[in-house]
């Protein structure tokens, strides 16, 4: 099973500034099938990126990923305050699929 | 639009059984994967279990394998997840999403909380 470890667990910033969230797996992900998500409290998660890079229906190209192979990245870049929550990556290469631990992204 | 709705959630003994039920509309249920998909209070996303659309295959994960049964009423548009021998460690907001692999849509989730 692939674990995928995701890094800050928690990050604290202000509204406009830039959020870089890291998802780092055990091995391969193999053809870059790797998805975020964001959560927020008392809601179902929320599909922003699949494959890696592309972007979901209705998703502001504010969000983009990147990575491949083991280290992916999401990055916000300009945060609204809509976008304080919580972000899950997501792997679907391999079964079981897997999701990683989350972070937080807080006001500061 | 897509609507998923979940329901028969509740407090359950240890050992005891669940019946969940999810009840789609707004897409052609019966062309779609369906997955059961489980969040521990306050903790991280889980995959439970996977049904084809014409329930043909059929994936559980390890830790409900033997225990909880995937099935789907495409007459109905329902999926179902039967849940017996149920542990504290089953604890957890169960939602239902479309798709295998990726989950474009969920519905709002039901809680099963296993306790004595």
């Known amino acids: 099973e692939i674990v995928l470890t995701q890094s800050p667990g928690t990050l604290s910033l202000s509204p406009g500034e830039r959020a870089t969230l890291s998802c780092r797996a055990s091995?391969?992900?193999?053809?870059?099938?790797l998805a975020w998500y964001q959560q927020k409290p008392g809601q179902a998660p929320r599909l922003l990126i699949y494959g890696a890079s592309s972007r979901a229906t209705g998703i502001p190209d504010r969000f983009s990923g990147s990575g491949s192979g083991t280290d992916f990245t999401l990055t916000i870049s300009r945060l609204e305050p809509e976008d304080f929550a919580v972000y899950y990556c997501?792997?679907?290469?391999?079964?079981?699929?897997?999701f990683g631990g989350g972070t937080k992204v807080e006001i500061k | 639009q897509v609507q998923l709705v979940e329901s028969g959630g509740g407090l359950v003994k240890p050992g005891g059984s669940l019946r969940l039920s999810c009840a789609a509309s707004g897409f052609t249920f019966s062309d779609y994967y369906m997955t059961w998909i489980r969040q521990a209070p306050r903790k991280g996303l889980e995959w439970v279990s996977y049904i084809s659309s014409t329930a043909t295959t059929i994936y559980h994960a390890d830790s409900v394998k033997g225990r909880f049964t995937i099935s789907r009423d495409n007459a109905k548009n329902s999926l179902y997840l039967q849940m017996n021998s149920l542990r504290a460690e089953d604890t957890a907001v169960y939602y239902c999403?479309?798709?295998?692999?990726?989950?474009?849509?969920w519905g709002q989730g039901t809680l099963v909380t296993v306790s004595s």
């Open positions: 091995q391969s992900v193999s053809s870059g099938y």
């Open positions: 999403a479309s798709g295998q692999n990726i989950f474009q849509h």
């Open positions: 997501q792997q679907y290469g391999s079964s079981p699929l897997t």
